[in-house]
């Protein structure tokens, strides 16, 4: 029983879903340190609530976002619960946990990344019932382009309620927290540090169709550019179905969502 509950740990582990979960958790320090490249006006040096919103918008709907890691996050629990399908139950992993760890680097033209992904999961229940399924993950990210490079420390929770065969939805509640630097190799470029809270709470995923039916997320970015400039931006960013969402930062606009 032991061998056979290891097998499957660690093939859930190895699997193409998990590390693309774990992958896009690293995605997102990138895409919050990277995209503000597109902030070409060199009078204004400091980021704006725009860009900002640029880096939160990118962030949640760009591949491996927010959103693509919370498809990923049910789509672990659902590898789970197919061991049914051979006779066995989601409740066969009760008190079970797992750590691994993964490292990639690699580079092409005018561009290089290094990643180290370190993380544990494992199914909690009650009485032998099922009540949550838990990620923790950490690690780092650096990623060199010709005009920039980046690099970024990340931690992350995840926590997957409604487990239940009788709730149509999961429920979902995340915090996410990374660090980040960038360096600039050009004039048109300010270098700057920044860092990002994102907190989420009873984010609800539909069962059938693995998307996000509603729930918000609290975001924080704060920061400096190396001319002394700086900035901090809160916002909320609530789902809406349908593939949507609307970003609304503390005076500061609102930007509508859509992946």
């Known amino acids: 029983m032991s061998q056979s509950m290891k097998r499957q740990n660690l093939s859930f582990a190895k699997g193409k879903s998990t590390l693309l979960f774990l992958l896009v958790a ?17 009078n204004t040096p400091g980021v704006t609530s725009e860009n900002a919103a640029v880096m939160v918008t990118q962030s949640v709907t760009a591949q491996g976002g927010l959103t693509d890691q919370i498809s990923s996050a049910t789509m672990a629990v ?8 051979s006779g066995g139950k989601l409740s066969d992993f009760c008190g079970q946990s797992e750590k691994d760890s993964l490292k990639l ?10 990643y180290a992904l370190y993380w544990t999961y494992g199914l909690t229940c009650l009485q032998d019932i099922p009540s949550e399924f838990k990620f923790d993950y950490s690690g780092r990210v650096a990623l060199a382009m010709e005009k920039f490079a980046t690099s970024s420390k990340f931690a992350s929770k995840y926590t997957v309620r409604g487990l239940s065969a009788n709730s ?6 995340q915090t996410y927290d990374a660090t980040g630097d960038l360096t600039s190799k050009t004039a048109e470029i300010p270098s700057y540090s ?12 539909n069962k059938t169709s693995h998307e996000i039916v509603s729930g918000s ?11 002394g400039n700086a900035f901090s931006y809160q916002g909320i960013i609530t789902f809406k179905g349908g593939r949507k969402g609307t970003y609304v930062v503390n005076g500061g606009g609102t930007f509508e969502l859509q992946w």
Not at 194 to 205: A, P
């Open 26 to 42: 690293a995605g997102i320090a990138v895409g919050v340190t990277s995209c503000s490249k597109k902030d070409d006006d060199k």
């Open 78 to 85: 659902t590898n789970l619960e197919a061991r049914k399908a």
């Open 105 to 114: 680097a690699g580079d092409g033209q005018n561009f290089s990344f290094d």
């Open 168 to 173: 149509a939805n999961w429920e979902i509640f």
């Open 194 to 205: 920044s860092e990002i809270h994102y907190e989420s709470t009873n984010i609800k995923v």
């Open 217 to 227: 997320a609290a975001v924080k970015i704060t920061g400096k550019d190396s001319k």
